[in-house]
C-alpha cells in the first residue's frame, strides 16, 4: 500500500512538471515542444534518483554501516579533479569543446575503471578487508580534493567561474544525447541487482553470517561495490555531484518500509527519490522561480539531517 501511494504521488508530480503552466493548448505544436523539454527534465530525474538510491542501499549493505555514503570512496572527488584538471590543462573553453556523449562515457570508464583496480587490488591480498579498503577510498578522497584545491587556485576568475557552474549539481545541465545510454546502462544494472535481492539480504547478515550460509563473500561485496560505481559514474557525469541525496532517500526507506528486505528497500528508495526531486523541482520552478537551487537545498537538508542521525546514534 506505501509502495502503492509512493507510486501514485510520483505519477502525479511527473504529470504537474510536464504540463504545469503551459500557454498553449493541448495537442498544438507548441504544447508537444514545451512538454518535450520537461520530459527531458523528468527523465534525468528519474535515472538520477535510480542511481543515487540504490547505489546507496547497495553501499550500504555491503559495508554494513548506514552511515557511510559512496562519495565516501573519492567518487565525487575523482570527478572534480578530472573536470578541473581539464580547465587547468585546456582552458575553459575546453569543457564546452568537450561536451559530448564520449566525454560522458570516458569519465564513467575512468570512475569505473578507478573504482574496480582499488576493489580488486584491497580484497585480493592476505590482509585485504572492507575497513582497510574504506580507509583507502578516505584518503584518495582527501587527496583528489587537495590535488582539485591547489588547481583552482591557480585559474583565473573566469576559468573559475565557469569550472564552478559545471561541479554545481543541477539537474538542468543534464543532455538528452546521454539519457537513452545512460538508462540502458542502469536497466543492466537493476536487473542483475533484483536477481541477486535474495543474497543482498543474506548478505546484508554480516560476514560470518553469509560465509556460513554459503556466499562467496568477497565476490559478493565486490560486485556490489562496483555496481555502486557504475550507478555513481552515470549520476555524477550527467547532474554533478550529489552528496547526501541518496543517503536522505535510503535512510527513509528504512524507517518508512519497516523491512530490511531489499525487495521492499530498493524500490521504496527509489520512489521517494523521484519524489523528492520532482516535487522540489516543481515548488521551486513554479512557485520561487529558483530551479537551479534545488540541489543546494536537497545537500543543506541532507548534511544537517545526516548531523541529527549521528547525534541519535542512527536512531530516528
Known amino acids: 500500500m506505501r509502495l502503492a501511494i509512493l507510486l501514485g504521488i510520483a505519477a502525479l508530480a511527473a504529470l504537474a512538471v510536464l504540463t504545469y503552466g503551459i500557454g498553449p493548448e493541448p495537442g498544438s505544436r507548441g504544447f508537444g515542444i514545451i512538454v518535450g523539454r520537461r520530459f527531458v527534465t523528468v527523465a534525468t530525474i528519474v535515472v538520477v534518483a535510480a542511481c543515487q538510491a540504490v547505489a546507496t542501499v547497495l553501499f550500504h549493505t555491503a559495508t554494513g554501516n548506514r552511515i557511510l555514503t559512496p562519495s565516501i570512496m573519492g567518487f565525487d572527488a575523482l570527478y ?14 575546453s569543457l ?4 559530448g556523449l564520449l566525454k560522458v562515457a570516458l569519465q564513467s570508464i575512468l570512475m569505473v575503471g578507478f573504482a574496480t583496480l582499488l576493489y580488486s587490488w584491497l580484497f585480493s591480498g592476505r590482509l585485504g ?7 583507502v577510498g578516505i584518503v584518495l578522497g582527501i587527496g583528489f580534493s ?59 547478515l554480516g560476514r560470518d553470517t553469509s560465509v556460513n550460509l554459503g556466499l562467496r563473500y568477497k565476490r559478493e561485496v565486490t560486485l556490489l561495490l562496483i555496481l555502486t560505481a557504475v550507478l555513481i559514474s552515470i549520476s555524477t557525469t550527467m547532474v554533478g555531484p550529489l552528496t547526501f541525496f541518496g543517503f536522505i532517500v535510503a535512510t527513509l526507506a528504512y524507517q518508512l518500509t519497516g ?4 525487495r521492499h528497500v530498493l524500490p521504496f528508495a527509489f520512489l521517494l527519490g523521484v519524489v523528492t526531486l520532482l516535487v522540489g523541482y516543481f515548488v521551486l520552478n513554479h512557485v520561487f522561480y529558483a530551479a537551479g537551487m534545488l540541489s543546494v537545498i536537497i545537500e543543506f537538508g ?3 539531517f545526516f ?5 541519535r546514534k542512527g536512531a530516528l
Do not use: C, K
Open 80 to 93: 572534480v579533479v578530472m573536470q578541473t584538471g581539464l580547465v587547468f590543462f585546456f582552458g575553459a573553453q
Open 96 to 99: 564546452a569543446a568537450t561536451d
Open 129 to 135: 578487508n572492507l575497513h582497510i579498503m574504506l580507509l
Open 146 to 204: 587537495s590535488l582539485s584545491t591547489f588547481m583552482q587556485r591557480l585559474l583565473t576568475p573566469s576559468e573559475f567561474d565557469i569550472l564552478s557552474a559545471r561541479l554545481f549539481g543541477n539537474i538542468s545541465n543534464s543532455n538528452v544525447e546521454y539519457l537513452p545510454w545512460a538508462a540502458i546502462v542502469i536497466a543492466i544494472v537493476l536487473v542483475v541487482v533484483w536477481r541477486g535481492r535474495f543474497r543482498l539480504d543474506v548478505l546484508a
Open 259 to 262: 523491512s530490511a528486505e531489499h
Open 302 to 304: 541532507g548534511g544537517l
Open 307 to 311: 548531523i541529527i542521525y549521528l547525534l
